[in-house]
């Protein structure tokens, strides 16, 4: 079976002066969002996309040079078009370029909308296969108010019945071209291209949209857009915090933070006995609500005798990565009398992050004594605190 050819048309022929409220003379579908044009993004959004075989970017006459300076090469790029005085006007010279191509399918999207995802585009596309058009939609959850005059309510809308359309609109293109030309010698101008397709008959699909499929228009659309790039909206930043304590036993050596540093005793325990690798590893995990060490590797496990306790921290490093999250920094508080612990910091700092793959200046080591009060001011073992701050995915 022939693989459906697709086309996608990217309508930026607007001058964009709404968004230029804040100053800048800059066209919108030029402004930079972290660096990039807000119409390389859209472009490239479909780009990314093998299934898209030509896309053709409909541009004003007078920013032809602007276009240039994108620097976009592809192979399925063809010249951008001169758009005309409304937005239909434009779509139909987009269609008019594609029409030697005969594309089966032709996907229409606004480039103010530059953070459309493969998912929203997928779904466009697969609704083709059984309908004339489809649509991504949000459903509407405001109150609706009709008014006839501006001033008095004179209804209320049924909001179950009503949605917020985005882009792209897909369509089988010799319907929609030939809709569109028919639409063009009547004196009305539509306000999308799926009211063209209802007006001339054609089934149009709802599918799923996305919050963030947003279209950029005002000066405070952009401070979002920088946001949702940056991941504000999508990350948020938690913290968990771990104690521990061991006794001390007859030995030569403790383990403190992966080091292993000569002593008169070393520190009782089922693993290693790293009093600090313990606090850090709970901290971490209570920040990502995955319990304590204990219920990972519990202490009645043989397995785990005599352990290295970085094996543990790896593990719950390895969780944070899974969830699609990252360490932020981590702080560790070593409480005892001895051994003196402040020269082998920077050894601790280096396992740690080789053992997480974070940077060391992200690992802050202290230690301190308790003033020769209580059992590790008696020398008879050490306690731990630790601090970690994840970032996580945001979730409900």
């Known amino acids: 079976m022939r693989q459906k050819s697709i086309a996608v048309i990217i309508v930026a022929a607007g001058r964009g002066e709404r968004a230029s409220a804040d100053g800048s003379n800059e066209p919108k579908q030029y402004r930079p969002i972290t660096g990039v044009a807000m119409l390389a993004r859209t472009m490239r959004a479909f ?8 896309l053709v970017t409909v541009i004003h006459a007078e920013h032809a040079e602007r276009y240039a300076a994108l620097g976009l090469a592809d192979d399925r790029l063809l010249d951008p078009v001169i758009g005309g005085a409304s937005r239909q006007a434009s779509v139909l010279a987009g269609l008019k370029a594609l029409a030697p191509l005969r594309p089966d399918l032709v996907l229409i999207q606004d480039a103010a909308r530059p953070f459309v995802t493969p998912m929203v585009i997928g779904d466009v596309i697969a609704a083709l296969d059984e309908n004339e058009g489809a649509l ?20 209320t809308e049924d909001r179950n019945q009503l949605f917020a359309a985005q882009t792209p609109q897909g369509f089988r293109f010799g319907q929609i071209f030939s809709a569109h030309m028919r639409a063009s010698t009547i004196r009305r101008q539509f306000t999308d291209d799926a009211e063209i397709a209802e007006w001339a008959g054609l089934r149009v699909a709802l599918v799923q949209g996305d919050r963030d499929n947003i279209k950029l228009t005002h000066p405070e659309d952009f401070a979002r857009a920088e946001r949702i790039i940056s991941g504000d909206q999508a990350m948020e930043t938690r913290v968990g915090t771990g104690f521990d304590v061991h006794p001390f036993e007859p030995g030569d050596a403790v383990w403190l933070g992966g080091v292993r540093i000569p002593h008169k005793a070393k520190l009782k325990g089922h693993s290693d006995a790293d009093v600090a690798l313990h606090a850090l590893t709970d901290a971490i995990l209570g920040a990502i609500g995955e319990g304590d060490i204990g219920v990972h ?6 397995q785990w005798r005599g352990a290295a306790s970085t094996i543990f921290l790896k593990h719950a490093g390895g ?17 005892c ?23 060391t200046t992200r690992i802050a080591i202290k230690a301190t004594t308790s003033e020769q009060l209580g059992f590790t001011g008696r020398e008879e073992g050490i306690v731990a605190m630790a601090s970690a701050s994840v970032e996580m995915p945001r979730g409900e």
């Open 47 to 54: 780009l990314a996309l093998p299934e898209v075989t030509r």
């Open 136 to 155: 991504p939609v949000l459903p509407v959850t405001d109150t609706i108010k009709r008014s006839l005059d501006g001033q008095q309510v004179a209804m």
């Open 297 to 302: 590797f519990p202490p009645s496990d043989m």
């Open 319 to 335: 969780l944070v990565a899974k969830a699609g999250g990252r360490i932020v920094n981590l702080d560790v508080t070593i409480v």
């Open 337 to 359: 009398e001895a051994p003196r612990v402040a020269a082998h910091v920077p050894a601790m700092q280096a396992v740690i992050g080789e053992t997480l793959g974070i940077a």
